[in-house]
């Protein structure tokens, strides 16, 4: 049986967002989205050397990709794909949040 209320859907809102793991354990990430949505970060830990200061960008890391990536599921955007380019250290990530 058909629904007396049509189906009504706006088009869908992208996010895109690139990761660049840069020398020296920086991390830089461009977000880029509707209605000229622009944040961008930056990931390293305190000055440190060695496996610790490794070990504290990788953490440092991980910590802002899990901030903006639940801001964005909060947001009811899904990740939709992920392209990679190894040469380069550059990821990039397609959120969609249907419409």
């Known amino acids: 049986m ?19 793991d840069g020398n ?6 461009a977000l880029t989205g509707p209605n000229g949505r622009k944040e961008q970060r930056e990931f390293k830990a305190p000055g440190c050397l060695g496996t610790k200061g490794l070990l504290g960008n990788l953490q440092a890391a991980s910590q802002g990709y899990q901030e903006v990536t639940e801001k964005l599921y909060k947001e009811s955007y899904a990740l939709k794909s992920t392209l990679l380019n190894p040469t380069a250290n550059l990821t990039t990530l397609v959120f969609i949040k249907p419409g």
């Open 2 to 20: 058909a629904s007396p209320f049509p189906s009504v859907a706006g088009e869908p809102s992208v996010v895109v967002v690139r990761i660049l």
């Open 24 to 29: 020296g354990g920086n991390v830089h990430l």
